[in-house]
């Protein structure tokens, strides 16, 4: 692996038994993930987000089965790099080795990941207690020091309390606190913020970003809403029906945008100039795989199919050494289409925006 790579999946596959058989529902997958850098994964509800990387975590469900892939990793242990396949590793392992300490995962409710029967304090210094059977006057400063990085000043007052004394934001702080208390490699962030208002998430954005300004951490941001991708995105992966049709830097999927997919999702996001307009939404719903039978699942969504796309999925083109799309439209022989005027215009104005900014 590169020397700032950390996180490199390929090929990861995963199918789930049902009554209606087994359903391959995460399909060659491939994912980079850099020092310091925040990888956005995209998609609808259903797409195969958390699978993907609750597999990173060893994080299964019974009747899941790994078909193919493998997760290579790269951590330091006493000085040393450690490179390993995550999915080569035991259960035992994983727990003991990576999940939590390594690689930590927050989800969209913090009341599902904190305990109401712990106080905040003792929330906080159990992994540090685990992991690295740090002693307790150090584990308590460290836990305190964690409070004041996610915005928390009164931390000797709030490591006494319990999460019902909390609010929604301030819980989804101490969460943040809690899975950093181990220093890990990779925050993963599964909706962080979903369920909160506009501007409490705002505030937990920005806070995700400025904490890994100051540890130089990987984030793993999944979402299914492009205007947070733009606030947090280095690079991004828009994924649909379990597989990344569409993935390059920010700057690649909000500027030159290629799979009709991702022109849907980008058309979907609101903007100051959409504000008092319908706003678009993406005719039908996601695919159910059971029933899938060839071709591209986005087929009958896709305003922009070509015949191909009933029989053939695309395989992934190369744009540039960043940027892959997933779609035949991009082939040599394919007729040439356009993204909607509306979407074009609504891009440059967005690169207005971006240029104002600088
Ligand atoms: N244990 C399971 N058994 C069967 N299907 C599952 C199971 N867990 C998840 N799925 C299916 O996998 C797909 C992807 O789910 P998920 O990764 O949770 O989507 P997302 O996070 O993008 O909303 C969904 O269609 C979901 O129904
Ligand atoms: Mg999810």
């Not at 927050?106 to 106080?119: A, E, G, K, V």
């Not at 705002?202 to 979402?223: N, R, S």
């Not at 083109?317 to 909607?340: E, G, I, Q, T």
Request: hydrophobic share 40%.
């Amino acid at each position: 692996m590169d020397a700032n790579k950390i996180l490199e999946m390929r090929n990861l596959t995963v199918s789930f038994s049902t009554a209606r058989g087994k359903i391959q529902t995460i399909r060659q997958v491939d994912m980079d993930l850099y020092r310091g850098e925040t990888l956005a994964i995209v998609g609808e509800s259903g797409s195969g987000k958390s699978v993907t990387v609750k597999t990173i975590m060893g994080i299964q469900a019974k009747n899941q089965t790994i078909d193919s892939g493998q997760i290579r990793f790269k951590y330091q242990e006493q000085g040393q790099e450690i490179e390993v396949d995550l999915l080569q590793l035991s259960k035992q392992t994983m727990r003991s080795k990576i999940n939590g300490k390594r690689i930590a995962m927050i989800f969209q409710d913090p009341m599902t990941s904190l305990n109401p029967t712990m106080t905040i304090g003792d929330q906080i210094m159990e992994g540090m207690f685990i992991h690295y059977q740090t002693p307790k006057e150090e584990a308590r400063a460290k836990a305190l020091k964690l409070l004041d990085l996610v915005g928390i000043h009164d931390g000797d007052k709030r490591m006494k309390q319990y999460p019902h004394q909390l609010s929604g934001g301030m819980r989804q702080r101490i969460v943040i606190a809690i899975a950093l208390a181990c220093d890990p490699e990779i925050l993963i962030c599964d909706e962080p913020t979903t369920a909160l208002d506009v501007t409490v998430q705002a505030k937990i954005l920005e806070l995700i970003k400025q904490i890994q300004l100051k540890t130089g951490i990987a984030v793993i941001y999944i979402t299914h809403d492009l205007g947070v991708v733009a606030k947090v995105a280095d690079y991004v992966s828009v994924m649909y029906a379990g597989r990344i049709v569409e993935k390059g830097s920010v700057e690649d999927i909000f500027y030159q945008p290629r799979h009709p997919y991702t022109w849907g999702l980008l058309s979907a996001m609101p903007d100051l100039e959409t504000k008092t307009e319908k706003l678009y939404t993406i005719p039908g719903n996601p695919p159910n795989l059971a029933h899938h039978k060839q071709g591209d699942p986005f087929f009958i969504r896709n305003d922009f199919a070509l015949k191909i796309d009933q029989r053939i999925e695309a395989p992934m083109f190369k744009l540039s050494s960043s940027h892959y799309v997933a779609s035949w439209l991009v082939h040599p022989d394919a007729p040439a289409v356009k993204m909607p005027v509306s979407l074009s215009k609504r891009i440059e104005r967005m690169v207005k925006v971006g240029e104002g900014r600088d």
